[in-house]
């Protein structure tokens, strides 16, 4: 698995949520995919995502709570692991520490 994305385009402007706390680029894949690659930063409160889309999203750094759809418990997420959300859904994040993510899109 490689450690960088090769042949892409990047967004200059980042989408930027909850004043700062998700701050992320979007990056246009040569087949024509789409890819987030971003931060979480620590918060006291989780973060709320909604999905449009199915969404992959890959912990390249860092460890984090997430509670995804109706479920009730949250489950630890840490470098090397992913998680998927189902399309028209959402997910909560808890945050103490800085965190490295890639979103996939289906």
Known sequence: MSDQFDFVS?????TIHYGGRSVS????????SKKTIGVFLPSEQALIFKTHVNERVEITSGQCLVQIGEETEYVLYATGQSFVVPMNSQFKI?????????????
Request: overall charge neutral.
């Open 10 to 14: 990047v967004k200059k402007k980042p």
């Open 25 to 32: 680029h979007l990056l246009q894949m040569q087949d024509g």
């Open 94 to 106: 808890l945050v103490k520490e800085v965190v490295d993510y890639i979103c996939h899109f289906d």
